[in-house]
T-cell receptor, first 112, second 116 residues
Framework: QKEVEQDPGPLSVPEGAIVSLNCTYS??????FMWYRQYSRKGPELLMY????GNKEDGRFTAQVDKSSKYISLFIRDSQPSDSATYLC????????????FGPGTSLSVIP | NAGVMQNPRHLVRRRGQEARLRCSPM?????VYWYRQLPEEGLKFMVY????????ESGMPKERFSAEFPKEGPSILRIQQVVRGDSAAYFC??????????????FGEGSWLTVV
């Protein structure tokens, strides 16, 4: 079983839709969670990070963590064509000085 | 992604040659990560370093791969005697010294290695 699993997609939605992206993980030691966005042939770009269960909101993005279920989500409201990219979840056991493990990514296309 | 500098951006090597990839972290960042990304696959952790010290190399292949982050200069990922299976994008990331955002890593634009 992989440490971090993510539906690879591709996921295709119409512009303006609410997008839900999810990851599950197996290691209960993970405490720190991040979401990255990666455009084709570019480096991943940090979107959000959180180190606790619950919700964190930043503009059109909401990150949700449920440690009891080992499940994290990223919601994108009012999706735009510019949101078309691969979304990677990432996590680590500690908030610092620890390797960061990534999920395989979900490819998202937002259709105008 | 501004700040983490990787070079070269593209590198072509023949089988058996050596590849050296360089990474300069963001200003003020003391830790460097290297990841490999194969086509249609996610980022695979390779190694985590601070200056003059390897913190975690659990993702590094046992042979032909090495990494360093000297006191002065960039971090280097070295691949000796490259094979076609080494063709991939290699990403470097850096993180600040510590604290609650210490594991918030920031990536460079990557180095694309092609082995012919």
């Amino acid at each position: 079983q992989k440490e971090v699993e993510q539906d690879p997609g591709p996921l295709s939605v119409p512009e303006g839709a609410i997008v839900s992206l999810n990851c599950t993980y197996s290691n209960s030691a993970f405490q720190y969670f991040m979401w990255y966005r990666q455009y084709s042939r570019k480096g991943p770009e940090l979107l959000m990070y959180t180190y606790s269960s619950g919700n964190k909101e930043d503009g059109r993005f909401t990150a949700q963590v449920d440690k009891s279920s080992k499940y994290i989500s990223l919601f994108i409201r009012d999706s735009q064509p510019s949101d078309s990219a691969t979304y990677l979840c990432a996590m680590s056991r500690k908030t610092s000085y620890d390797k960061v493990i990534f999920g395989p990514g979900t490819s998202l296309s937002v259709i105008p | 992604n501004a700040g983490v500098m990787q070079n070269p951006r593209h590198l072509v090597r023949r089988r058996g040659q050596e590849a050296r990839l360089r990474c300069s972290p963001m200003k003020g960042h003391s830790h460097v990560y290297w990841y490999r990304q194969l086509p249609e696959e996610g980022l695979k952790f390779m190694v985590y370093l601070q200056k003059e010290n390897i913190i975690d190399e659990s993702g590094m292949p046992k042979e032909r791969f090495s990494a360093e982050f000297p006191k002065e200069g960039p971090s280097i990922l070295r691949i000796q005697q490259v094979v076609r299976g080494d063709s991939a994008a290699y990403f470097c990331a850096s993180s600040p010294p510590g604290g609650l955002s210490g594991n918030t890593i920031y990536f460079g634009e990557g180095s694309w290695l092609t082995v012919v």
